[in-house]
């Protein structure tokens, strides 16, 4: 509502309305240059009067932002949460349907986290690698033996 002079037949202004236009009237609020800190400043006769005025008014201005930001805070928490359950039903979807994709094409999982098939891979592979440690072990015991059967040869044939 507007805080003024009254058009003619309407009531008598309340006793708050008197009250606050009187404060409004006192009252100088403003920033303080480019910071955040704002200037409360009451003007009266009553010094003692002036402040607590001045100070009344700041405490309900702090009281007032610390409400706002938890009215904000709760605001973001409920549809951070609206926005993890929904996140949640979609993961539980997306499980389901690859639980349901894997069994209907024969995917099984082993006890290691793998696929069976991948498991079986594994197995082969360290077995190749072994088979080939082993044929490398055996062929450098064989040429190790064929050089010295040449060796022994070639000193029987020195000896004739």
Known sequence: MKRGLKPFGTAKASAEEVTTDSVLKHLNVAREGATYIVALRFQSHNAAKATNIANAMAREYLASSVRLKIQSASEQATSLTERLSTASSAAEQADAALAQYKASNGIVTGATGGTVTEQQI??????????????????????AARAKSRKAGSKRSQAC
């Open 122 to 143: 594994s197995t082969v592979t360290s077995e190749l690698a072994a088979a080939e440690s082993a044929a490398a072990a055996a062929r450098s015991n064989y040429m």
